[in-house]
């Protein structure tokens, strides 16, 4: 298999999901609105994309999620409020969600999975390899992970993904790899992947977490591919398709991510991420760090 040199252009990022481990704060606001610090949690995801240079943003959505393209889109009214104020900071802010990148949507409607999710994407992403993003994983910029997927995926071609060490204990709580060694220290060969294993039966203590590089013949594949754990069409499942057979889609690789991940996937991470983000902030990072070893030591 020849690797791509197709320059990768556009970023796919599921958001149809439910949300029902935050309700009842979801039930009318979609999860991926829940704000972390002051930024909605979503757009961590889209500056992400955006940062890699993939400017061409496709949402897949679902039912109640309008204010996604809602936030994403210019409000006027908002803005000229702002500059009649002379607030150019808080106008700046409304802005800059609705500059980063050309933002598309389309709806799931059905929800069967993540693997059925990146299939809908498949008209809109065409022939050319794309990136996935989800949500429920940020990826702090000083630790560009995207843009080293890319780079490999350029280099080898076929599909990347993200991995991470985690503790065997929790591996069944993800998607697992088996890897082999290659030249580079932080990529893997992927030679089999397994949802969800039991920890008995998994293949290592590598966990998939939330951004793929894919090369477009996974459309294909998802079309096949029945419905796994959960009922759902697995994203995993097609990549182990083209994991055991190189001939439908080239290679599958996997970068080893040692950096800085915050979790938004459930309650308690989520706390953890809004803490860790808070307390690194610049304008809020001092006084909140003063705040929290005051209430750790008096009040704990």
Request: aromatic share 6%; charged share 25%.
């Amino acid at each position: 298999m020849t690797p791509s040199h197709t320059r990768i252009s556009k970023a796919v990022i599921p958001a149809a999901g439910l949300g029902t481990r935050f309700l009842p704060a979801t039930k009318a606001t979609p999860k991926e609105m829940l704000p972390v610090v002051d930024k909605p949690a979503i757009q961590y995801v889209v500056e992400e994309a955006a940062t890699a240079g993939l400017y061409d943003v496709l949402m897949v959505t679902g039912r109640n999620k309008r204010p996604l393209e809602d936030h994403f889109d210019r409000n006027y009214e908002l803005e000229e409020a702002l500059h009649r104020k002379g607030d150019e900071s808080r106008l700046s802010k409304v802005q800059e969600s609705s500059d980063l990148a050309t933002m598309h949507y389309v709806r799931q409607g059905n929800p069967k999975g993540l693997g059925h999710a990146v299939l809908c994407a498949a008209p809109h992403v065409g022939d050319q390899p794309f990136a996935v993003l989800l949500g429920d994983d940020l990826i702090d910029p000083r630790d560009p992970l995207l843009q080293r997927m890319i780079e490999v995926q350029e280099q080898h071609g076929g599909s990347v993904i993200a991995l991470m060490e985690v503790d065997p204990a929790q591996i069944h709580l993800y998607g697992c790899a088996a890897a082999i060694p290659t030249a580079d220290p932080d990529v893997v060969g992927v030679s089999d992947l397994v949802e969800k294993p039991a920890v008995s039966e998994a293949p290592s203590n590598l966990a998939i977490i939330g951004r793929y590089v894919l090369d477009p013949a996974v459309f294909e594949v998802l079309r096949k591919t029945q419905p796994g754990r959960g009922g759902e069409i697995q994203l995993t499942d097609a990549l182990q398709a083209l994991a055991s057979d190189p001939s439908l889609g080239g290679p599958v690789h996997g970068v080893v991510f040692k950096g800085r991940r915050y979790d938004t996937g459930d309650r308690g991470d989520y706390l953890r991420a809004i803490v860790r983000l808070a307390c690194e902030r610049e304008d809020l990072g001092p006084d909140f760090r003063t705040w929290l070893r005051s209430f750790v030591t008096e009040e704990m």
